[in-house]
């Protein structure tokens, strides 16, 4: 079974709906984030979280919101989706990171990605 | 501000070959990671190989090694003995505490292996 699963792994949805992608990690890591892909634009920075009290804001996390109900889960969610939040979004779990620099410094899991479309 | 830059959008070469991906790193900060990810057609993001700015020696994996130069802020990505399983977009990223580990990706080069 994949360490990181995704649900749905594809969506389709019409303007002004909210919608939920979740995330489940069964690799005991701390921290999660959410990542979003564009053509032409490499992955960006959704949101991140180092615990389930812990949820901070990423590079483009307006229109975006998210839950961590548990270690092992994190979701995104879009209140209210738009065109251009269609695109392709992953999930992606670390361990604590270790020294800075140093051996196996915060290598990212990422799971299958779920493609979503907004019509 | 961090910034990763990959300056090729497109890269061909030919099977059995060596094959250098360019990537330049703009960080103020000491202690950073620096990451190349494969994403095949299919989609997913499968990790390739790591180098931290505290590293002396170049990492290597495989067929792959990181060109690290630390001074020109530059993580080639090279690929030797070229495969046609090869082909895909290759991400450079970077991740740092100030970033709150999360990585910072580079747009990504298409690299397609030909017979």
């Known amino acids: 079974d994949a360490d990181v699963t995704q649900t749905p792994r594809n969506r389709i949805t019409k303007t002004g709906k909210r919608i939920m992608l979740e995330c489940s990690q069964t690799?005991?890591?701390?921290?999660m984030y959410w990542y979003r892909q564009d053509p032409g634009l490499g992955l960006r920075l959704i949101y991140y979280s180092f615990d389930v009290k812990d949820i901070n804001k990423g590079e483009i996390s307006d229109g975006y919101s998210v839950s961590r109900q548990a270690q092992a889960k994190f979701s995104l969610s879009l209140e209210s989706a738009i065109p251009n939040q269609t695109a392709l979004y992953f999930c992606?779990?670390?361990?604590?990171?270790?020294?800075?620099?140093?051996?196996?410094?915060?290598?990212?899991?990422f799971g299958p990605g779920t493609r979503l479309t907004v019509l | 501000a961090q910034k990763i830059t990959q300056t090729q959008p497109g890269m061909f070469v030919q099977e059995k070959e060596a094959v250098t991906l360019d990537c330049t790193y703009d960080?103020?900060?000491?202690?950073?990671?620096l990451f190349w990810y494969k994403q095949p057609s299919s989609g997913e993001m499968i990790f390739l190989i790591y180098?931290?700015?505290?590293?002396?020696q170049n990492a290597t994996e495989g067929r792959y090694s990181l060109n690290f130069q630390k001074a020109r802020k530059s993580a080639n990505l090279v690929i030797s003995a070229s495969q046609l399983g090869d082909s895909a977009m290759y991400f450079c990223a970077m991740g740092n505490s100030n970033s709150g580990y999360a990585l910072n990706f580079g747009k990504g080069t298409s690299l397609l292996v030909t017979p």
């Open positions: 690799k005991g890591h701390d921290r």
């Open positions: 992606a779990t670390s361990d604590f990171p270790g020294v800075a620099g140093g051996p196996s410094y915060n290598e990212q899991f």
């Open positions: 180098q931290g700015s505290y590293d002396q």
């Open positions: 960080t103020s900060d000491p202690s950073y990671g």
